[in-house]
Nanobody
Framework: QVQLVESGGGLVQAGGSLRLSCAAS????????MAWFRQAPGKEREFVGA????????LYADSVKGRFTISRDSAKNTVYLQMNSVKPEDTAVYYC?????????????????WGQGTQVTVSS
């Protein structure tokens, strides 16, 4: 059974930093493209970033480029999202996703498995 469990969310002041983690089990982690999406209240799910199975390629939404960094540790079956210089508009539930495609995609349909989400709230 595939499980993706996010952690690290919480309340942070604008301009601060937060690191989210997503621990994966029940899948061949090293073979999966991993991604982060987010959804704010009343808004559609939004792509944040994705990283290839090798870690050699990453893709980011324009809204987070230069502030967020996605990385992965295959020894720990974990993907991370380092969030720096956060803004109130980054407030959302953040979801981890895993996809079998070797293509690093911003399309949520490319991802087969999803975590339950972790809340990030940025205060101004």
């Amino acid at each position: 059974q595939v499980q993706l469990v996010e952690s690290g969310g919480g309340l942070v002041q604008a301009g601060g930093s937060l690191r989210l983690s997503c621990a994966a089990s029940g899948l061949g982690f090293s073979s999966y493209t991993m991604a982060w999406f987010r959804q704010a209240p009343g808004k559609e799910r939004e792509f944040v970033g994705a990283i290839s199975w090798s870690g050699g390629r990453a893709l980011y939404a324009d809204s987070v480029k230069g502030r967020f960094t996605i990385s992965r540790d295959s020894a720990k079956n974990t993907v991370y999202l380092q969030m720096n210089s956060v803004k109130p508009e980054d407030t959302a539930v953040y979801y981890c996703a895993a996809g079998t495609s070797s293509y690093v995609s911003a399309d949520f349909r490319a991802y087969n498995f999803w975590g339950q989400g972790t809340q990030v709230t940025v205060s101004s």
